[in-house]
């Protein structure tokens, strides 16, 4: 399984942004797909999460309201729009495959990575 993540840039706050991820190598819709931020200086966050039947769904409380995460079973992809954009969302951000469950975001649940796109929120 490989992923690869697309997408980011250099924005300026109250922007908005997508960032992009695409799955290879597996079957996508037997995978959750979650994205997960490092800001420098600080441990890797969880920001989103969705089922591999796009019916289940999680938000960091830092995030919901803004950012909505969802996927293409066709097109083996799976996008995070980012809206409302703030320079505390600076960090590169991660797209992850693995195992859903409700609510916890828990990154020893997605064994497989990429290798992250950087998001930069000017003030």
């Known amino acids: 399984v490989q992923v690869v993540e697309s997408g980011g840039g250099l924005v300026q706050a109250g922007g908005s942004l997508t960032v992009s991820c695409v799955f290879s190598?597996?079957?996508?819709?037997?995978?959750?797909m979650g994205w997960f931020r490092q800001s420098v200086g600080k441990e890797r966050e969880f920001v989103a999460q969705i089922s591999g039947d796009g019916l289940g769904i999680d938000y960091a409380d830092s995030v919901k309201g803004r950012f909505t995460i969802s996927r293409d079973n066709v097109k083996n992809t799976v996008k995070l729009q980012m809206d409302n954009l703030k320079p505390g969302d600076t960090a590169v951000y991660y797209c992850?495959?693995?195992?859903?469950?409700?609510?916890?975001?828990?990154?020893?649940?997605?064994?497989?990575w990429g290798r992250g796109t950087q998001v930069t929120v000017s003030s």
């Open positions: 190598g597996g079957t996508f819709r037997n995978y959750a």
């Open positions: 992850a495959a693995g195992v859903y469950a409700s609510g916890a975001g828990l990154e020893n649940l997605y064994a497989y």
